[in-house]
């Protein structure tokens, strides 16, 4: 079992920055695909960005691409989301979620991912 704990999400402007935290349980997260996922309200869950375990290989969805950044401390066994440049459109829950069964081929698919955390708020006023 892999428990995944997000923080950092909260109330900003359009145009503000915010960096999310994905703690995990297990020191061999280190080792797996690391994603971030959101669901905005009313919508269906959409994928944001994923990681390969070293972050040789990073994937963004083209909503995000060049305002959001995906690192990770492999030796905190943490994930982080850096989002810049926040519009309104960003609100969401975001989730980050590990792919337990891969460590280089990242997936913008849902269904990959085994274990999720429990989401932190992200809301964007205009």
């Known amino acids: 079992q892999v428990q995944l704990v997000e923080s950092g999400g909260g109330l900003v402007q359009a145009g503000d920055s915010l960096r999310l935290s994905c703690a995990a349980s297990?020191?061999?997260?280190?080792?797996?695909?690391m994603g971030w996922f959101r669901q905005p309200p009313g919508k269906d869950r959409e994928f944001v960005g994923a990681?390969?375990?070293?972050?040789?290989?990073?994937s963004y969805a083209n909503s995000v691409k060049g305002r959001f950044t995906i690192s990770r401390d492999n030796a905190k066994n943490t994930v982080y989301l850096q989002m810049n440049s926040l519009k309104p459109e960003d609100t969401a829950v975001y989730y980050c979620?590990?792919?337990?069964?891969?460590?280089?081929?990242?997936?913008?698919?849902?269904?990959?991912?085994?274990?999720w955390g429990q989401g932190t708020q992200v809301t964007v006023s205009s």
């Open positions: 297990k020191r061999t997260v280190s080792t797996y695909v």
């Open positions: 990681s390969s375990w070293n972050g040789g290989s990073i």
């Open positions: 979620a590990a792919d337990v069964a891969h460590s280089w081929a990242v997936s913008s698919s849902s269904s990959q991912y085994e274990y």
